[in-house]
């Protein structure tokens, strides 16, 4: 598979009637980088990677893919390849079966099909299961099977719409680590949608933050997460508190806020919450305007020297860990 070829969405749009769902969104995404678009629901992510993969017409704008424009190539042709969050096997057809199904499409003779087929299943770790019909296997091993029938195809880069959403919790968080391994033996690009936060900063080397269909803030995962530069992407990642000053909005992250003396600090408070969380202990306060707050302790930190509910307390930070926000 080649390691060569960047993707890149060159103003990008989508309009639905009157709804414009992508608006003019350009980025350019490195080979070989797991990146992960992230927004909320209705922000334009699953638009944005149907035209990229063709299955949803592009209205203005342009992907390229090493330079070579494909927006109007159709879906086989692009060198793409999409694993839908439901995954879409068809459920008539053996594992093996619905693995090769593209390259039969494609006119590959049986033998063929049958050898890459088993290449792609052992990469997915499923040869055992290749006579299995879809209904005969767990969420995860469809989950599998949908990704070796992704990739027979060889793309370069490979599409994939929440493809974790429909597993539990524990398997979802397992599969995340094989899917990030199984990207970083094929160095390919993946480019992976979610709503979830946690699944996008375990997972991406890149994020794309999309909000109201324009990308917010994107680059480097730490990089963002390290200096959010709008309220909508703090909030959106979590563990940051935004926070109304007298000279504008800042962002702070929750692990960064300090409670101290109510005279000494910076803002007074008063605890409104305390959650133990295991590791860590969890305190809400407000502060003035209104706004409230939370601070991450440790929870040997807490305990030290305990807060309680209704308790004035004074909150500070060191003054690189707060962030200016543009809005
Ligand atoms: P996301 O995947 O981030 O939830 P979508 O790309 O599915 O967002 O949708 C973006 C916007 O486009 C939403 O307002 C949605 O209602 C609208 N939309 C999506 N698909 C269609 C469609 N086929 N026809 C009309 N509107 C659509
Ligand atoms: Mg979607």
């Known amino acids: 598979m080649s390691l060569t070829l960047d993707l890149e969405l060159i103003g990008l749009t989508k309009r639905y009637g009157h709804t414009v769902a992508v608006d003019a969104i350009s980025y350019h995404f490195s080979a070989g980088t797991y990146a992960c678009l992230l927004g909320p629901s209705g922000c334009g992510k699953s638009s944005t990677l149907r035209m990229i993969a063709g299955h949803e017409t592009v209205s ?22 999409m694993m839908f969050q439901n995954y879409a096997l068809f459920p008539h057809l053996s594992v093996a079966d619905n693995v090769a199904f593209s390259l039969k499409m494609a006119g590959v003779d049986a033998q063929t099909r049958r050898t890459k087929a088993g290449e792609m299943l052992e990469l997915v770790d499923m040869t055992a299961l290749a006579d299995r019909l879809p209904a005969q296997l767990s969420g995860g091993q469809q989950q599998r099977a949908a990704l070796a029938r992704a990739l027979i195809t060889q793309p370069d880069v490979l599409l994939l719409d929440e493809p974790l959403s429909a597993l539990d919790p524990f398997l979802r968080i397992r599969m995340r680590a094989e899917l990030k391994k199984l990207q970083r033996e094929l160095g390919i690009t993946f480019v992976h949608v979610t709503h979830g936060q946690d699944e996008a900063l375990a997972l991406a080397d890149e994020i794309v933050v999309m909000n109201d269909a324009k990308i917010e803030q994107a680059g480097k995962t730490r990089a963002v997460f ?13 563990s940051h508190n935004v926070m109304q000053m007298p000279d504008g909005m800042i962002a702070v992250r929750s692990d960064a806020l300090q409670f101290t003396q109510p005279d000494a600090a910076r803002l007074p408070g008063t605890i409104t919450n305390i959650e ?27 305990f030290e020297n305990p807060k309680n509910l209704g ?9 690189g860990a707060a962030h200016a926000l543009a809005s």
């Open 276 to 302: 133990y969380q295991g590791t860590h202990v969890a305190l809400t306060a407000t502060i003035p305007g209104d706004q409230e707050v939370t601070a991450l302790l440790p929870d040997r930190d807490f």
């Open 226 to 238: 390290e200096a959010p530069q709008t309220a909508f992407v703090a909030r959106f990642l979590g």
């Open 60 to 81: 203005a704008g342009s992907v390229t893919l090493g330079g070579r424009d494909i927006s109007r190539l159709p879906p086989a042709k692009r060198g793409t390849a």
């Open 311 to 319: 308790e004035a307390i004074g909150l500070d930070w060191d003054a």
